[in-house]
């Protein structure tokens, strides 16, 4: 597929997402209510219900643990005193930039993925292994994410890096590129670093591209306490509910598509 229609095919995809989950879907429900008021008032009241129960309830910090709780069960934190293959590599997965980061020269990497490399430099420190970073650049950006991936490891953390993928679009891409990288070196297991929400998506397809993989989630929500700030809305609580309810999406769509 020629760059430009993979670039659009993905705007597309990320536009519809956007739109239909949270928190668009609902604000768009809410605002069809009201545009529906006076023609269907109880076609809008119940839009607008809707819309404002599922906003508000994704927003409490406790329902947002109950979504993201499965997967964080299912992908325990990495031990470090586990044995790992000689032929072995560490993969981290860009996880998104920063655009107007005037204190890093206009462009840098976001919080996300900067949770990302914490873990990965912890883990290569711990495991002397070699470190593969992952991320293309987006269209309105002037780097691709994994040149600003490899200057964050060494710079900040002061880490080397041996492999820049710097193509990709999306995970499927970033899978399919490290892949080509880690063969050509002899290498046929990942130590795979991103966040735990994003691990049941992202290892099915680096495994559909021949390798072994040994998850390294990280970014932990579920475990928390609770308390009274837990029945309470909080941006952050949307924030991980949108992350999990999207990666849910994202892995069925890729069950779909297989």
Sequence with gaps: MPSDLAELGLWTKQLIAGLLLVPSGPLIAIVLGLALARRRPRLALSLIVLGTFVLVALSLPIVA????????????????????????????????????????????????????????????????????????????AVSAEGDLM?????RDFHVPVRWIERESLDTDDNARYAAVMLKAAGIDTALLVTEVQHMHRAQPMFEARGLHVIPVPTDYYAGQRIGLFSFIPSTLALRR??????????????RLRA
């Design 241 to 254: 509910s949108s992350i999990a309810i999207h990666e849910h999406v994202g892995a069925l769509w890729a």
């Design 150 to 154: 490899a200057d964050a490891l060494t």
């Design 65 to 140: 643990a109950q979504i993201a709780a499965p997967v964080e069960r299912a992908y325990p934190p990495f031990d470090e005193r586990t044995p790992v293959p000689a032929h072995a590599a560490i993969v981290v997965l860009g996880g998104g930039l920063t655009h107007g980061a005037l204190d890093y020269g206009g462009e840098t990497v976001n919080a996300t993925t900067l949770t990302r490399l914490r873990r990965a430099a912890r883990l290569a420190t711990a495991t002397r292994l070699p470190v593969l970073v992952a991320g293309g650049r987006p269209r309105d």
